[in-house]
């Protein structure tokens, strides 16, 4: 299994704008969390109007994907997830955290880069090892500050991703568990979902 390198994220977030956004899910209240107010790209925190703060929470967190999120790609299973996540969020009151770390932290560029080596045969980890890149650069102490600021103290993980169960343990974050989100694969994302269970170690089995 592929262990993530151990960084630290320095800057401190704090909530810059918010407002009541209709989603085909239902009703969510957008949070935006930057450094300052000028960036614009800030990570985003999606509260469906239901949400029971005061109690433990269902939280999804998840990293940008233009391609599977935006234009519906089947390279991946992110969209599908991401749609699933909000789906779940507005049944049982939730929280789908957006975390602005495309490409498992490399970037649009460099994952467009990445799928050309895929295409000649190399798997998800060693496209990003050949061009020199983290196998994941994401950071996940991100999202512990954006729950902190919440006010948020126990939450059921959604997740298949260890690395992010990993990322609460030192934190004021408690997580009561960790509930699956199983995406049915497709021939396009087979491989790509074989290489995240044989190799990144993802709590799925295909």
């Not at 983290?134 to 103290?153: F, G, P, S």
């Not at 126990?154 to 260890?162: A, D, E, V």
């Not at 169960?165 to 199983?182: G, M, N, Q, T, W």
Request: hydrophobic share 40%; aromatic share 6%; net charge negative.
């Amino acid at each position: 299994m592929v262990k993530k390198t151990e960084r630290q994220f320095s800057t401190v977030i704090h909530k810059q704008a918010e407002a009541l956004i209709p989603t085909p899910w239902g009703d969510f209240n957008m949070i935006a969390f930057a450094e300052n107010e000028e960036d614009w790209m800030p990570h985003l925190a999606l509260i469906h109007k239901d949400t029971d703060i005061s109690q433990p929470v269902m939280v999804r967190v998840h990293s940008e994907c233009i391609t599977g999120d935006l234009f519906g790609s089947k390279r991946c299973d992110c969209g599908e997830q991401l749609a699933k996540a909000l789906e779940m969020a507005a049944e049982k009151g939730g929280i789908v955290l957006y975390l602005r770390q495309e490409g498992r932290g490399i970037g649009i560029i460099n994952k467009l880069k990445a799928y050309k080596l895929q295409d000649q045969g190399m798997n998800t980890v060693d496209a990003n090892i050949h061009l020199g890149l983290e196998v994941d650069a994401r950071q996940y102490d991100i999202a512990v500050q954006m729950l902190e600021a919440l006010d948020i103290r126990q939450i059921h993980l959604l997740t298949n991703n260890p690395d992010k169960i990993e990322a609460f343990d030192h934190a004021k974050v408690e997580v009561l568990s960790r509930v699956p989100l199983i995406i049915e694969p497709q021939k396009e994302n087979f491989d790509y979902l074989k290489t995240k269970q044989d190799e990144m170690g993802h709590l799925f089995k295909l």
